[in-house]
Nanobody, 123 residues
Framework: VQLQASGGGLVQAGGSLRLSCAASGRTSTSGAMGWFRQAPGKEREFVAKISRSGDSTYYANSVKGRFTISRDNAKNTVYLQMNNLKPEDTAIYYC?????????????????WGQGTLVTVSS
């Protein structure tokens, strides 16, 4: 599975962005997809996760109520709608996919990773 993330950019605090992640190759996995982010000098952290069916979603406390993850299985694409962005949201955002469904939101629970897209939020 290859993942291609897009949609990052520069936005002012309070603004919005929508990230997309298109999957190609052997996309018939049964696992969840997710978004992680990594700020300069920090470890990669979980942002959001969505089950294969889209029925279950999970969010980091820091983004709950501001970010929404969704997926379109017909297009093999997962999205991250980010509203009310804050300077502390500045990071490289990575999409990830599981080969099969496993619980948990750690990076070790995901098998495939995209190249990342940079989100910069100015104050």
């Amino acid at each position: 599975v290859q993942l291609q993330a897009s949609g990052g950019g520069l936005v002012q605090a309070g603004g919005s962005l929508r990230l997309s992640c298109a999957a190609s190759g052997r996309t018939s996995t049964s696992g969840a997809m997710g978004w992680f982010r990594q700020a300069p000098g920090k470890e990669r952290e979980f942002v959001a996760k969505i089950s294969r069916s889209g029925d279950s979603t999970y969010y980091a406390n820091s983004v709950k109520g501001r970010f929404t993850i969704s997926r379109d299985n017909a297009k093999n694409t997962v999205y991250l709608q980010m509203n009310n962005l804050k300077p502390e949201d500045t990071a490289i955002y990575y999409c990830a996919a599981q080969r099969w469904a496993v619980p948990g939101t750690g990076t070790e629970n995901f098998n495939y990773w995209g190249q990342g897209t940079l989100v910069t939020v100015s104050s």
